[in-house]
């Protein structure tokens, strides 16, 4: 079994930064790629950015390249998510996500993940 917990979300304004963290408990989650998901009011759940199981690789949604940074910590098992240069269209929940497979990859789609967080809420105000 896998455990996620998300925190750090919160209010800010536009332009402040913000930092996300993901706690993961369970069997072998530093072997595996993770990633964050961000879904708004009404709005389907996208991908935001995914590392693989050592941080070798990672990737970023064309929206938050160059101002958000995904990296993690398998000493602690906690994944982080460095959001700088914040716009109110980053408000949103956040959710962690555990793809449990060995091949290191990084899908972008919700589907390809197995595990989930309960999510942070994060709302910047313009």
């Known amino acids: 079994q896998v455990q996620l917990v998300e925190s750090g979300g919160g209010l800010v304004q536009a332009g402040d930064s913000l930092r996300l963290s993901c706690a993961a408990s369970g069997r072998a989650v530093n072997s595996y790629t993770m990633a964050w998901f961000r879904q708004a009011p009404g709005k389907e759940r996208v991908f935001v950015a995914g590392i693989t199981w050592n941080g070798g690789r990672t990737n970023y949604a064309d929206a938050v390249k160059d101002r958000f940074t995904i990296s993690r910590d398998i000493t602690k098992s906690i994944m982080s998510l460095q959001m700088n240069s914040l716009k109110p269209d980053a408000t949103a929940f956040y959710y962690c996500?555990?793809?449990?497979?060995?091949?290191?990859?990084?899908?972008?789609?919700?589907?390809?993940?197995?595990?989930w967080g309960q999510g942070t809420q994060v709302t910047v105000s313009s």
């Open positions: 996500a555990l793809r449990w497979s060995p091949v290191p990859t990084i899908p972008i789609q919700p589907n390809e993940f197995d595990f």
